[in-house]
């Protein structure tokens, strides 16, 4: 009789799976998923690549999805193809990487890799799958300098954050080739052009221009530090999410310390160790300087450890540490104290996450999906829909193909947003500007939608009834529960 042999992997691959397709199928896609949809949508390619200059962000993930919305494909094949990359960050996290196989598990089970880079359909998990491809290939770098470019450059057109690390593994992969072969060969120098072209994608992407300058997302600074705190939040978030205003930073500081001890782990290889450390000092220096970010952002701290980890025994060990580091940090008690910390950091991100999903299923992540319901459900897609706050409202419109709001901060309609100085002055206008805008722009008109984010304090007095509003509790994006409402008849 024949014994089937399942191993751990085979289960783990099949639950993330499982656990991760019905997070994808009941996950509602708020703003930001939004944003990249509608920009793709209502833009030629030259336009999407101006657009980068607001966004912040190259426009690898905006191409990527390009074909989807152009051949009309619905917006959850946006959310379909996400789910793909996330399950194959998963595929070669289980079966690829050479961690143990307890760290595995907790890893794709964890809230970044179960929730955060999989449910939210952004540019973010394509960086990873990018950086786990180039781990993959890395003890085979040199014979593939070609594949090597191709991954580099896709992965610094994927997002800003992770510019830092583009520069040291390319810094890292010059100077292995350096050491393997001790002359370079044309084939290198042919890479150095490839590369910095790649390099000046990004730049030509993402640097404000003209009338850009003054009010990009984008602000490049090296003396005026305006996040101080996330110094201390960004390891944290990467290891553990913290709660809490900036004011609460005991455990922000505590987890530093981890993030560093984790750090000094790398010591013994001393070009893994630069190469992480260059990775790390970009993203703080983006978040300290530039844009404070969230936890997706500062999930990439984690997953540049990874990354070095991951790669570290193709490295030679190194004795120089020893003339002034103590024999403690070098110790097996220290590495094993430092693997039990990550370990809790992981078991309780695997528990916030098992927290999470029966929300996800039960809840709803925006109120977009059910308001689009809603509005297709009683025919009043012809109305004229007029939205206040924009950037919360374009969360509904990428379910009705070529519809755009009037949004009622800027008096135009549009769809995207455009983080510019106009948005900005009209982002917070009051109740009693909306409507007077309203009466100037639609005098008399009776078949409209009024979309907003926030209820009327006076409807009846405005001239408005309520029609309807988000019945499903909205558990995360709570500033996307809308409230639609309609003009009051005359007679």
């Not at 052009?193 to 009010?215: N, T």
């Not at 992981?346 to 999906?369: A, D, H, M, N």
């Not at 939608?449 to 209820?455: A, G, I, N, Q, R």
């Amino acid at each position: 009789m024949k014994s089937w042999k399942i191993d751990y992997r085979s289960i783990s691959f099949s639950l993330y799976c499982l656990l991760s397709l019905i997070i994808t199928i009941t996950h509602e896609p708020f703003k930001n998923e939004a944003q990249a949809w509608l920009i793709v949508r209502d833009l030629d390619l030259s336009g999407i690549f101006n657009m980068m200059w607001y966004e912040g962000t190259p426009a690898l993930w905006h191409l990527l999805i390009f074909p989807l919305v152009k051949l009309g494909m619905p917006y959850f094949s946006m959310q379909l193809l996400h789910w793909l990359f996330a399950v194959a960050i998963a595929w070669l996290l289980i079966y690829k990487s050479t961690f143990p196989p307890v760290f595995k598990v907790l890893l794709v089970f964890s809230y970044y890799f179960l929730y955060e880079y999989c449910a939210m359909a952004r540019n973010y998990n394509i960086t990873i799958l990018l950086m786990f491809l180039l781990a993959t290939i890395w003890k085979r770098k040199g014979e593939l300098p070609l594949l090597f470019c191709l991954l580099v450059i896709l992965l610094i057109n994927s997002n800003l954050v992770i510019w830092g690390f583009g520069v040291a593994v390319t810094l890292l992969y010059f100077y292995d080739c350096k050491c393997n072969r001790k002359h370079l060969k044309l084939s290198h120098f042919l890479t150095i052009i490839i590369l910095l072209a790649g390099f000046a994608l990004v730049l030509f992407q993402i640097i404000p221009r003209g009338s850009a300058a003054d009010h990009s997302v984008v602000h490049f600074s090296f003396w005026d530090i305006k996040f101080p705190e996330m110094i201390f939040r960004a390891p944290a978030n990467a290891l553990v999410t913290v709660d809490g205003g900036s004011d609460s930073m005991v455990i922000p500081f505590f987890f530093l310390f981890t993030y560093l001890a984790i750090a000094l782990l790398l010591i013994k290889r001393t070009r893994i160790l630069l190469a992480a450390l260059i990775s790390s000092a970009w993203c703080l220096y983006m978040f300290t300087f530039i844009y404070m970010g969230d936890t997706r952002h500062h999930g990439f701290l984690l997953m540049i450890l990874i990354f070095f980890f991951w790669v570290i025994t193709l490295y030679p060990k190194s004795e120089w540490y020893k003339k002034f580091l103590p024999p403690y940090f070098t110790s097996e008690a220290f590495k094993n104290g430092v693997f039990l910390i990550i370990g809790l950091c992981l078991l309780t991100s695997v528990v916030r996450t098992l927290v999470i999903i029966p929300k996800e299923i039960r809840y709803s992540f925006s109120g977009s999906r059910e308001i689009a319901h809603y509005i297709k459900d009683n025919d009043l897609e012809n109305l004229t829909w007029i939205g206040f706050q924009s950037e919360k409202c374009e969360a509904i419109l990428p379910y009705f193909p070529e519809k755009k709001f009037w949004y009622a901060g800027l008096q135009d309609y549009g769809s995207y947003i455009i983080w510019d100085t106009e948005f900005k002055e009209n982002h917070n206008i009051s109740e009693e500007e909306i409507i007077t805008r309203i009466n100037k722009h639609f005098p008399g008109q009776k078949d409209i939608l009024l979309v907003m984010s926030k209820p009327l304090a006076t409807p009846s007095i405005d001239g408005f009834r309520q029609l309807y509003q988000n019945k499903r509790e909205v558990f995360w994006i709570q500033d996307e529960t809308y409230y639609l409402y309609v003009p009051v008849s005359d007679s």
